[in-house]
């Protein structure tokens, strides 16, 4: 996976910024919240350096997990 930043936007009116908590609190993976207007529409995730499937899984596994519990 290259090094680069995705921005995500959460369907159905769920808060980015209760995802972005949530993912740290529970999961200890961090993403960027957006500050501001946007706090709660938009979150943005990094991928720094070699990536492989399970950092893929754990990352994915995390959002969905905090997404389904909104």
């Known amino acids: 996976m290259p090094n680069t930043i995705k921005t995500l936007t959460p369907a159905g009116g769920r808060s980015a910024f209760d995802i972005v908590q949530g993912v740290e609190q529970q999961f200890n993976v ?41």
Do not use: W
């Open 30 to 70: 961090v993403v960027a919240p957006i500050g501001s207007d946007l706090k709660n529409s938009i979150f943005r995730v990094v991928h720094m350096g070699n990536k492989d499937r399970s950092y893929t899984e754990v990352l994915l596994n995390a959002l969905y997990k905090c997404y389904e519990k909104q």
